[in-house]
Structures are given as structure tokens and as C-alpha cells.
């Protein structure tokens, strides 16, 4: 049992980095107070349990560890992350899962703005809505919305595959809808088991890149 109210942010992080302080595998951590950077830069197989709210960048650039956190977080949940898997019961703000190589993040509740903004092979699942500019330059990974999607979705996506079972209100710069094949449904459930949500595959549409930015073509200048 941590207390970040009696020990600070900095000594929660100081023991959960150096885990030769401790033979324990597992973590709670009591009164997060909403401050930023909890369990940041963590580097080993461990279970961290965050009773309530968090600030900005909880969990960024994990690697190995599984973190859950009993409240909502703020900008920038999991960004950067390596491996490992982030569970948030609640909201999340802006660009969560920004950056973020692997992993996998689970967001119950709505994300915010530009949720997987530059990923590069996190999956992101999102219970609730995201906001606008998600899956912004989205380059590997998968995104799954099980409600709806704002504004310009996928602008500029690579290769990240997005999917959405509510409305989308628009599309991104080269980002458009594509056909769902068997091997995306199975992917699909496979990530809706893993994230304990029970939405039906068939009910999702598929987003991805159309690749005309790829090449620069003067003729689509305006559109760069």
C-alpha cells in the first residue's frame, strides 16, 4: 500500500522503479489527488492498482506493467507506452494513448481530442465516444470506438486500423471507410474480449488510409 498523500508523487515512483526495495509484485496506491506523472517510466512486470483520479501522463512510457486506475486521467494516459496494458474505469482527456508502441490501452468511459495520436502499434479500446482528431497520424495499432467518433477522424493516417460502431461526424485528410473482412472481425472480437466489453463485431465499421498522401502530387498541394 502506497499513500502518495504522505509520500509524494516521487517516492510512489522511486519504489515502484527500483522493485529490489521490495519482493512485492503488487501495488496500490491511495490518494493520487489527481497529480501528474503517477507510475511513470515503470520497467518491470508488476499489477499498480490507482485508487482515484489522476493527472497528466499517468502511466506514460510503461513497459511490462499492468495499471489500473479507479477514477478518470488526464492529458496524456499511456503515452509513449511500450508494453504492458492500461485500464481506465473512468474518462480520459486529451491524446490518450499518444505516441504509444505497444500495449494496450482500455478507456471505459469518452475520450478526449486526438485519443491515439501518432500511434505506433498500442490497440486502444474506448467503452464510450472519442473526440476530435482522433487516430491523427495513427502510423500501427488498432483503435476501437464503441460509441462515436467527432470531427476528423484518421487525419493523415498510415497504416493503424480504426474501428467505430456509432456515428463518425467526419473523416480525416485521406481516411475513409473500408470494407470489414473476416480477418478484421476476428481481430475485432479478439480485442473486445480482451477489454471485457461485449459490443458485437458485426454492429462496427473499419477506417484507414486511402494512401494518396503518400506521394506528393503538386496537383494535391492544397490538401498537404
Not at 498510415?158 to 480477418?183: H, N, Q, T
Amino acid at each position: 500500500m502506497l499513500d502518495l498523500k504522505e509520500i509524494g508523487v516521487r517516492g510512489v515512483n522511486t519504489i515502484l522503479h527500483d522493485i529490489s526495495l521490495s519482493k512485492e509484485k503488487s501495488y496500490k496506491i491511495n490518494n493520487p489527488m489527481g497529480q501528474h506523472s503517477i507510475a511513470c517510466g515503470l520497467n518491470a512486470a508488476m499489477q499498480v492498482e490507482i485508487e482515484g483520479h489522476v493527472g497528466f501522463y499517468c502511466g506514460g512510457m510503461n513497459k511490462h506493467a499492468d495499471i489500473k486506475i479507479k477514477g478518470h486521467a488526464g492529458v496524456g494516459v499511456a503515452e509513449n507506452m511500450m508494453s504492458g496494458s492500461i485500464h481506465v474505469s473512468g474518462n480520459a482527456s486529451d491524446s490518450a494513448g499518444a505516441t504509444a508502441h505497444g500495449g494496450m490501452l482500455v478507456i471505459e468511459g469518452d475520450a478526449s481530442s486526438r485519443c491515439g495520436i501518432s500511434m505506433k502499434g498500442i490497440d486502444i479500446v474506448v467503452g464510450g465516444s472519442v473526440g476530435h482528431m482522433s487516430a491523427f497520424m495513427a502510423q500501427s495499432g488498432h483503435m476501437v470506438v464503441c460509441g462515436d467518433a467527432a470531427e476528423a477522424l484518421g487525419d493523415s493516417i498510415y497504416e493503424a486500423l480504426v474501428f467505430v460502431r456509432g456515428e463518425v461526424a467526419s473523416l480525416g485528410a485521406d481516411c475513409i471507410e473500408k470494407e470489414m473482412r473476416p480477418e478484421h472481425l476476428a481481430k475485432l472480437k479478439e480485442l473486445l474480449t480482451r477489454s471485457n466489453f461485449k459490443a458485437d463485431p458485426a454492429e462496427f465499421k473499419r477506417y484507414g488510409s486511402a494512401r494518396s498522401l503518400y506521394n506528393f502530387d503538386i496537383d494535391n498541394a492544397g490538401a498537404y
